[in-house]
C-alpha cells in the first residue's frame, strides 16, 4: 500500500527493472495516444483511426519529438533547480515547499497548450493560422 519512497526500496533491482519497464513502455504508448483526442474531436477521426494516425505521426516527426521532449525536460528540471538553490539562499525549506507546486502547475498547463502545435503541425496544410 502507498508510502514513503526510501532509499532502499530505490535500490532494490526489482524497484528499478519495474521503474525502467515503465519508462520503455510509457515512450510508445504517448505516441500512441498524443494526438489521438485531437482527431477524434476536431476532425471526427474513428477512436482507432486516430491511435493509427497519432503514431504515424509521432514516428515520421521522431527528431521534433525528441527535441520537445528534451527541452520540456530541461524547463522543468531547470524551474526546479532554480527553485531549491533560491531556497537554499534563502535558507528557508518552506519556500521550496511552497513555490515547487504552483511552479510545476504552470509548467504544465504550459506543457499541455504546446501540444496543440505540434498537433496543427503535423494534421493541417494550411499555411494561414487563425
Request: glycine share 6%; net charge negative.
Amino acid at each position: 500500500v502507498g508510502g514513503a519512497l526510501d532509499t532502499e526500496t530505490l535500490m532494490k533491482p526489482e524497484f528499478q527493472n519495474a521503474m525502467w519497464l515503465s519508462l520503455l513502455l510509457y515512450i510508445p504508448l504517448s505516441a500512441v495516444f498524443w494526438h489521438a483526442p485531437a482527431l477524434v474531436h476536431w476532425h471526427g477521426v474513428p477512436a482507432i483511426k486516430s491511435l493509427f494516425f497519432s503514431t504515424v505521426a509521432c514516428l515520421q516527426n521522431w527528431r521534433a519529438f525528441l527535441m520537445f521532449g528534451v527541452l520540456w525536460t530541461f524547463i522543468f528540471l531547470g524551474t526546479t533547480l532554480v527553485i531549491l538553490l533560491l531556497s537554499g539562499l534563502l535558507g528557508d525549506g518552506d519556500f521550496a515547499a511552497s513555490a515547487l507546486l504552483p511552479a510545476m502547475l504552470m509548467l504544465a498547463a504550459m506543457f499541455f497548450a504546446s501540444t496543440y502545435y505540434s498537433f496543427r503541425d503535423c494534421f493541417t496544410s494550411d499555411t494561414h493560422y487563425a
